[in-house]
Nanobody
Framework: QVQLVESGGGLVQAGGSLRLSCAAS????????MGWFRQSPGKQRELVAV???????NYADSVKGRFTISRDNAKKTVYLQMNSLKPEDTAVYYC????????????????WGQGTQVTVSS
């Protein structure tokens, strides 16, 4: 069983930066693929970034060049560094984990956090 707890959300002006963290409990964190998703009111949840157990990354086109996903297996934590934030980045951000990368990418991972709100003002 894995529990995920996100932190680091908040209110920031457009052009600013935030770093989200997702701390995991349980064993075998290094064997999990991890992902960040976001959902804003009236919209479907979307994949923002994913990192495999080997450290390979992939990003949504809308955040490429601005967001960076990384992981620290010793701390059992995955991060999302968000730079050059835009009002359209406003959403609740969730992290997800699964030992199957394909499941994380598909949004069907076994484990999810409770979410953290990110609000970008114009």
């Amino acid at each position: 069983q894995v529990q995920l707890v996100e932190s680091g959300g908040g209110l920031v002006q457009a052009g600013g930066s935030l770093r989200l963290s997702c701390a995991a409990s349980g064993r075998s964190f290094s064997s999990y693929a991890m992902g960040w998703f976001r959902q804003s009111p009236g919209k479907q949840r979307e994949l923002v970034a994913v990192i495999s157990r080997d450290g390979a990354t992939n990003y949504a086109d809308s955040v490429k060049g601005r967001f960076t996903i990384s992981r620290d297996n010793a701390k059992k934590t995955v991060y999302l560094q968000m730079n050059s934030l835009k009002p359209e980045d406003t959403a609740v951000y969730y992290c997800a984990a699964d030992n199957r990368l394909r499941a994380v990418v598909a949004g069907t991972g076994d484990y999810w956090g409770q979410g953290t709100q990110v609000t970008v003002s114009s």
